[in-house]
């Protein structure tokens, strides 16, 4: 059973849309991270989240961590084909260093 | 530049054999971890490491084993490939146990057992 819940797990989108990726889990997290991850390639960290209620913007990227630090969601606005990619949510436990990661959503954007 | 390597980059092996994947890092962090992707699970942890000789299993740590006898080198062993094994291994690594550490991944291992 995954610890964490991605939502959608396949998006196809034109060039100039706005998407919203959904991460959602019952358990509890002391921090939330996203990734994205091309192919052929490792992930790379895009942000952290730590504080309940947080929102993080990165120009058009914006990541909410949920109140109760159970889910979080990213919101791209006006994708471009640069965003094409695979997004993961990796939650922290507040025991240990581990972060346990979503299912992944991947994302094309069509020119 | 502090970088993270793996090898090998693909690998295929028989049922039964014995494997070794590297992983290698020059960012002088103390914490190592290995994951496996598969399509519909994300990432999945299998083993990590917070410093020399420390070594705890991770979520699917069954078949593997793992062993860190220096900073910078942590490799994982397959004791006896299965084609359960079959995906793509992540190594990655981080400076300290913190709120939030930044988890710097490997380019992979794809690895076919047979």
């Known amino acids: 059973t995954q610890l964490l819940e991605q939502s959608p797990q396949f998006l196809s989108i034109q060039e100039g849309e706005n998407l919203t990726v959904y991460c959602n889990s019952s358990?509890?997290?002391?921090?939330l991270q996203w990734y994205r991850q091309e192919p052929g390639e490792g992930p790379v960290l895009l942000v952290t989240v730590v504080t309940g209620g947080e929102v993080k913007k990165l120009k058009r990227l914006t990541f909410q961590f949920g109140d109760a630090r159970k889910d979080s969601s990213l919101h791209i606005t006006a994708a471009q084909p640069g965003d094409t990619g695979l997004y993961l949510c990796?939650?922290?436990?507040?025991?240990?260093?581990?972060?346990?990661f979503g299912t992944g959503t991947s994302l094309t954007v069509i020119p | 530049d502090a970088e993270i390597t793996q090898s090998p980059r693909h690998k295929i092996t028989e049922t039964g054999r014995q494997v070794t994947l590297a992983c290698h890092q020059t960012?002088?962090?103390?914490?190592m971890f290995w994951y496996r992707q598969d399509l519909g699970h994300g990432l999945r942890l299998i083993h990590y490491?917070?410093?020399?000789?420390?070594?705890n299993k991770g979520e699917v740590s069954d078949g593997y084993s793992v062993s860190r006898s220096n900073t910078e080198d942590l490799p994982l062993t397959l004791e006896s490939a299965a084609s359960s094994q079959t995906s793509v291994y992540f190594c990655?690594?981080?400076?300290?146990?913190?709120?939030?550490?930044?988890?710097?991944f490997g380019p992979g291992t794809r690895l076919l057992v047979l």
């Open positions: 490491s917070y410093g020399v000789q420390d070594t």
């Open positions: 960012w002088n962090h103390n914490n």
């Open positions: 990655a690594s981080s400076e300290n146990p913190g709120l939030g550490e930044t988890q710097y």
């Open positions: 990796a939650g922290e436990r507040f025991t240990g260093n581990q972060f346990y």
């Open positions: 358990s509890v997290f002391s921090s």
